[in-house]
């Protein structure tokens, strides 16, 4: 890749910053999804029938009351399918249709295609299945006692933990369960599939990954790669969910298109989806630590059990980040971290905003929050002594925290947010109110950027320039409303210094970007606009040889800004020099391409560099609790979040909050809930309660913190998408503030996650029968 010029390193702060480019698209509803293309008159809707045992055989089926449903026109079932079977994005595993036996509630064992989706769906539910059912594994406990995974387990080691726990003045050792989380993006899960006359298929996905569902109905329908071509335009959200289980709807729609030679829809509703689609895995969690008397970490030893469901899906790289992400912003000098891969008899947990980071960020945050009870210091003051910073730089798996940022930060939210004198007012506050509680935490986040697997850290992009000087860019990544697409016009607007109106991007298509990485690891605007960078400046490089020779000037005396060329002496518009070089027969396309340098993680080592660069953040929230009832109100945030030199300020901003407050729902109202059987008991919006507008604190504020990136990112910027989630773990940590409030911090009642305000009742009940004891215990001694 070209290296970038000198004059291209300012970033964009004196830019006039465009809004999203389907903003008034979205508002006004002239936004084309999926479900909004007009349907051909011979388009078929499909219907799954679903397995309700979570582990059994199957005995017998019968589908004749299925066929013969009026309107129904094609049912299929696993041996129907004329390529492979398994539609598993890495490893294997993950079937299209159901064979002989089911692993979990709501597998997919056949399909229906009729001239209406209710005609597919009531006519599913007339199957007839026979099951003998076996014994299932639900919860990852149970995996670990079993000893039941989807992968090996993986462990990361430094220092000596066992030695160094044996001489701490202090350990701690317990237990935390974290649940997972439903993606629950506003369109769901849908794709249509339609055959050519060549015998291929045209796919229009709702998916992050849209090379893997090209690769992926190729198998299942038994073609090349090259006879099946995937659009997409936009997704109504993504957030992981649409990684990898959208190729599952792209491929039934593909077997059913090319069996009956006409147009195919799969649109999943709502509440299918959320009984056939994987959710961010839950994870059990032990730890050990060991710390001197002022709180410094000396060890720590860690066990994480991911719930990965009945296959791996994604699941080595989300634990693989759990582990990576275990001591967020903290420098642990002796470690053992282990990642097991948990089997279950439930739906295949997948991709979700952050990966397994999260989980891993989350016990980073328990222990200080456990260390900080015991020694009976401010739980900042304990984040603050154990901040990666000089002298203590390098994580547990070897790679140096090379930016020396994070103390810096959490230093400046910490004064702007007055953080000092309301912990003063608050005490003050929980001493005299006794029914009412206020909690207070400041709590950062350092994650990782680039895919843990170094194949996916690659990027291609594809840029024409036509005649009249409007620009055409096409590249892997797609949009769910991030605003990928708009940065990356800015991004080629800037480096050919032209206007940003001059700029289009198109759909996401494979066959204008061949085998492109899912947009997903916050990595999209790093790969696809240094791809996007790299073939502008190949035009513009093309453009500068022609000015040379044609016009006689020096390389310094071309320059292409806010519109104009100049030319030594001379000057014109873009257009015209645009024109003028086609005239000539220059070359006005080119392809771009990067990958990501320095990564690399030996795994059998379990040291390396698997990330280019650090995002860092941080965020203080403050809640009030009432301890009758287990009901808080976050009353105000403050949020300082590190995106580098921000290719667009308003874009980040509004990513940041709008995963502060998914990440919130994650720990707070979003639980998800399966009976003894293995049957998900959340599976609408009237029992899976995401946050609304009421629950955004009307105190809410967040800054840019102003520092570029060190690495040699698109214009120094930073990834934005998922660290931000992570700094919704300020609000848990606040209600446990509050909870411990009770008790006057002498003990640090367990919270579950998410804290619930049943949750929070008896976080609540466990800290007012510590006072109880404790009075009782001095009253005896008395």
């Known amino acids: 890749m070209r290296k970038l010029p000198s004059d291209l390193v300012t970033g964009f702060k004196n830019d006039k910053l465009p809004m999203h480019e389907s903003a008034m698209k979205h508002v006004t509803g002239q936004a084309v999804y999926i479900d909004d293309m007009p349907e051909w008159p011979n388009e078929l809707h499909v219907a799954t029938g679903k397995s309700t045992e979570a582990h059994a055989d199957i005995v017998s089926i019968n589908l004749d009351k299925v066929k013969a449903y009026p309107g ?55 199957a007839e299945v026979t099951y003998a059912p076996r014994e299932a594994t639900l919860h990852p406990k149970e995996s670990l006692a079993r000893q039941e995974f989807v992968l090996p387990t993986h462990t990361i080691c430094c220092g000596d933990p066992k030695v160094a726990m044996a001489k701490a003045a202090h350990t701690i050792k317990s237990d935390i369960y974290i649940k997972g989380q439903e993606h629950f993006y ?60 959208a190729a599952t709807l792209s491929c039934m729609a593909a077997v059913l298109a090319a069996r009956n030679g006409c147009p195919v829809k799969y649109r999943m509703p709502r509440q299918d989806d959320m009984v056939q689609t994987g959710k961010r895995h839950d994870f059990w969690n032990r730890y050990e630590v060991g710390f001197s008397k002022e709180g410094e970490i000396l060890s720590a030893e860690y066990d994480m059990v991911g719930k990965c469901g009945c296959t791996a899906d994604l699941s080595d790289g989300v634990v693989d980040r759990a582990m990576f992400h275990a001591d967020n912003a903290y420098f642990l000098p002796n470690a053992r971290i282990s990642g097991y891969r948990g089997k279950t008899h439930t739906v295949s947990n997948t991709a979700f905003r952050g990966f397994g980071g999260p989980k891993g960020v989350l016990l980073a945050e328990t222990v200080i929050e456990e260390i900080a009870c015991t020694v009976g210091k401010d739980a900042l003051d304990i984040r603050k002594l154990n901040c990666y910073q000089e002298g203590k730089s390098k994580t547990p798996y070897g790679q140096e925290v090379e930016e020396n940022v994070l103390l810096t930060l959490i230093e400046e939210l910490e004064d702007s947010s007055d953080y000092r004198a ?107 606009g240094m791809a996007a960078l790299d073939a502008v400046n190949t035009i513009k490089g093309r453009l ?24 030594g002496t001379e000057a014109m518009s873009f257009p015209e020099f645009i024109k003028l070089a086609y005239m000539n027969r220059v070359s006005l396309s080119s392809t771009g391409f990067y990958k990501t340098p320095k990564i690399g993680y030996d795994r059998k080592a379990a040291k390396g560099r698997p990330f280019l660069y650090f995002s860092n953040g941080a965020a203080v929230s403050e809640v009030i609790v009432d301890t009758f009832t287990g009901e808080y109100k976050v009353t105000q ?39 003894e059987k293995g ?7 009237a029992n899976y309660k995401i946050p609304t507008s009421a629950d955004v604190p009307e105190k809410f504020t967040v800054k840019l913190f102003d520092r570029a990136n060190s690495e040699e990112s698109v214009y120094r910027s930073k990834a934005v998408g998922e660290p931000p989630l992570m700094l919704g773990i300020s609000v848990w940590c606040a209600l446990k503030d509050a909870c411990a409030a009770v008790c006057d911090h002498q003990f640090s009642p367990p919270l579950a996650v998410p804290a619930t305000p049943e949750a929070v009742f008896y976080s609540l009940q466990a800290a007012q029968a510590f006072s109880a004891k404790q009075k009782q215990n001095r009253e005896a001694e008395v």
Do not use: C
Request: glycine letters at 10%; proline letters at 3%.
């Open 186 to 245: 506003l369109e769901g899960q849908i794709s249509v599939a339609t055959p050519n006359e060549d015998g291929g298929v045209v796919v229009y996905a709702s998916s992050q990954h849209p090379a893997e569902v090209q690769k992926l109905v190729a198998k299942v329908l038994g073609l090349s790669v090259a006879q099946v071509l995937v659009e997409t335009r936009r997704m109504g959200g993504g957030f992981g969910g649409k990684e990898s289980q």
């Open 72 to 126: 129904v026109v094609d049912v299929i079932v696993q041996s129907d399918i004329p390529g492979e079977v398994d539609v598993s994005p890495v490893l294997s595993g993950d079937l299209l249709l159901a064979g002989d036996f089911v692993h979990h509630i709501g597998q997919a064992i056949f399909a229906v295609a009729a001239t209406s989706f209710r005609a597919a769906k009531q006519a599913a539910e007339l």
């Open 544 to 567: 500068q040889e022609f000015a040379m020779e044609h016009y006689g000037i020096r390389a310094d005396e071309f320059a292409i800004e806010n519109d104009q060329v100049q030319l």
């Open 422 to 528: 309301r912990r003063n007012g608050i005490n003050a506050f929980n001493k005299q109110s006794p029914f009412l509680k206020k909690g207070l935490a400041l709590t950062p986040v350092k994650f990782g950027i680039s895919f843990t697997s170094k194949h996916l850290n690659q990027g291609g992009a594809l840029v024409h320039v036509y005649t009249d000087g409007s620009v055409h860019i096409s590249h892997g990544g797609t949009e769910m409303g991030q605003g990928l697409y708009t940065k990356v016009a800015q991004i080629v607007a800037k480096t050919f210094g032209i206007d940003y109106q001059r700029v289009n991007v198109s759909s996401t298509r494979t066959d204008k970007v061949p085998n492109a990485s899912p947009t997903a690891a916050s990595a999209g605007t790093d790969l696809n």
């Open 679 to 685: 049957r998900i008991t959340t599976n609408s919006p």
């Open 637 to 675: 945030v403050d949020i300082l979040h590190d995106v580098g030199d921000s290719i667009n300020a308003d874009i980040d901003i509004g990513q940041i909050e709008g995963a502060f407050v998914q990440g919130m729902g994650w720990l707070t109202s979003e639980e998800l809930s399966w009976d």
